[in-house]
């Protein structure tokens, strides 16, 4: 595949997607939109405003009341989505470029998104259209009263760039599935995918008007969404900050209720029991090399057994050291750059922050400084629970490492930040794992004896994230009942 030649003929997406079709937007003024592997222009994109999310939201609205997918047959809308899935898969290539040249991921990782995760989880969302069942009470003689579910109506959604493509299918895969129409507003680094998807879902026989993509500035496409008064439900993904000042702005608009996916701290606790050191070592360093680090769920702390640390922390800076930035485009390249010049210098103030509170840095990755955004990975030891890179998430390639005795001192030090997303326990002892798996406050939790096989089921089971890592689930059946209004119906008399 020639990349480079595919990306001279990129078209590039830079208006809003309302009703099926692109028109301009209402703001006049642009921003623009940087490869961040060059740091070159790659388009100019419209900063949009209210009046985008007002066209966007109105008709939404009247796509939803007329009822042409609110009151489709599940069985309906599951086809439609099964067919944008393939739909996808077709057009794998040119989804995987626009994210790979936009926030800098490598091709190869970009096509597993578009080729492989995107299309998954749609056919996983499609299966569930038709099984929201809801309960009903003992029948008597004189009444029946049973459970339904309804769609919300209309779903505004708020993505962020770190898996343009996939952020996007999170949000618009149980939304859909469950009868919404939907305004999504992806991040202001790397919208093109997602309006793409909008069109080829238009294509896979979505009515017009049902997704809506509206690109722009959070600050005011993403802020008039959270505010309107006519959006029934919130669901946004990005940073606990940004999550923050949203659930503001629906408190002093409409209430709408929301759904939250946050930022993450993840550990690996690393007991002394563990099969094999160097599997073991590789996934560590997988954790924030993949991606970059720029994942929600990267486990960026290692808390492993003292009787461990030297060997471990010798195995992962090894394989850490070996990292090779590449450019995107080049298909064996497994590490590009972070996404923006923003992450770039919000990382190294991160890794100056670490030196300056006392942390040693075992592994201090180059920065390089213009002419691209790569930032090599850094492993730091003796991190104190108190210090700022253990406790923020930093959302790039470091790692903190920090030491245990007792089963409880791992727990603690698990416990010991504000985030609750994912957590991994490194153990061939069953009954510490349970104990660890229940004591641990994370959404979802892997309990694995050695590396080199995880579980492959994550698109099915349901999650919730705690603490500050937000609230809500979005996968398997419980993703759709969150896009779904709960109702009790009751018939009474003879
Ligand atoms: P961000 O919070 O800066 O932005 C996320 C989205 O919110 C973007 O579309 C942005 O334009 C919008 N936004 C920003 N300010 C806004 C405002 N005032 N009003 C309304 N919208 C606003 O996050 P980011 O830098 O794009 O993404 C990285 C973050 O996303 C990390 O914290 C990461 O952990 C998180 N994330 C979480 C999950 C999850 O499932 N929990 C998945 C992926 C990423």
Not at 207 to 221: A, K, Y
């Amino acid at each position: 595949m020639h990349w480079k030649e595919l990306a001279s003929s990129v078209r590039w997406r830079v208006k809003p997607f309302i009703n099926g079709c692109y028109r301009p937007s209402t703001a006049a003024e642009q921003f623009e939109n940087i490869n961040p592997a060059t740091e070159t222009v790659l388009c100019h994109v419209s900063v949009g405003n209210s009046g985008d999310v007002d066209e966007a939201v109105r008709v939404a609205r009247k796509r939803f009341n007329d009822g042409c997918w609110s009151e489709a047959p599940p069985i309906r809308r599951a086809e439609i989505l099964l067919r944008l899935a393939s739909l996808i898969i077709q057009h794998r290539e040119e989804i995987a470029l626009l994210d790979s040249l936009e926030m800098g991921k490598p091709i190869q990782a970009a096509l597993h998104d578009s080729g492989h995760l995107a299309p998954m989880l749609l056919r996983s969302w499609a299966g569930f259209a038709d099984k929201l069942l809801g309960v009903s009470a003992p029948l008597s003689g004189s009444s029946l009263s049973f459970n339904t579910y309804e769609p919300r109506g209309v779903v505004g959604a708020i993505t962020p760039w770190n898996f343009p493509a996939l952020n996007a299918i999170y949000k618009l895969g149980p939304a859909l599935a469950a009868g919404n129409t939907v305004v999504l507003k992806p991040s202001e680094l790397s919208a093109s995918s997602a309006l793409k998807v909008a069109e080829l879902a238009i294509e896979a026989g979505l009515p017009e008007g049902v997704l809506n993509v509206v690109p722009g500035l959070g600050g005011t496409v993403g802020s008039a969404l959270a505010m309107h008064p006519d959006v029934d439900m919130l669901s946004f993904t990005g940073s606990t900050l940004t999550g923050r000042k949203i659930m503001e702005m629906s408190a002093r608009s409409n209430g709408k209720p929301m759904l939250m996916e946050c930022g993450g701290k993840s550990p690996h606790v690393v007991f002394n029991d563990v099969a094999d050191l160097d599997d073991v070592a590789e996934e560590i360093v997988q954790g924030i090399v993949y991606n970059q680090g720029q994942v929600c769920s990267a486990h960026t702390r290692l808390i492993v057994h003292e009787e461990l640390k030297r060997t471990m922390l010798e195995k992962v800076v090894m394989r850490a050291s070996q990292c090779r930035p590449g450019d995107p485009l080049d298909e064996t390249t497994t590490f590009g750059p972070l996404a923006s010049p923003a992450q770039r210098d919000r990382l190294k103030v991160y890794v100056e922050q670490g030196v300056r509170e006392g942390a040693k840095a075992v592994l201090k990755g180059d920065i390089q400084e213009s002419g691209g955004c790569y930032v090599l990975p850094t492993i730091f030891d003796q991190v104190a629970p108190t210090m700022s890179i253990v406790r923020e998430e930093i959302f790039g390639p470091v790692l903190c490492t920090q030491h245990f005795r007792t089963e409880q001192e791992a727990i603690a030090l698990a416990n010991g930040t504000e985030y609750g997303l994912v957590a991994t326990i490194w153990t061939r002892d069953m009954g510490r794992s349970k104990r660890l798996a229940h004591s641990i406050r994370a959404g979802a939790i892997s309990v694995r004896t050695s590396g080199r096989q995880s579980a492959d089921s994550r698109h099915i089971l349901s999650f919730e994230p705690q603490k500050a890592s937000g609230f809500g689930a979005e996968l398997g059946l419980r993703g759709l009942e969150s896009y779904s209004n709960l109702k009790a119906i009751s018939f009474s008399g003879t």
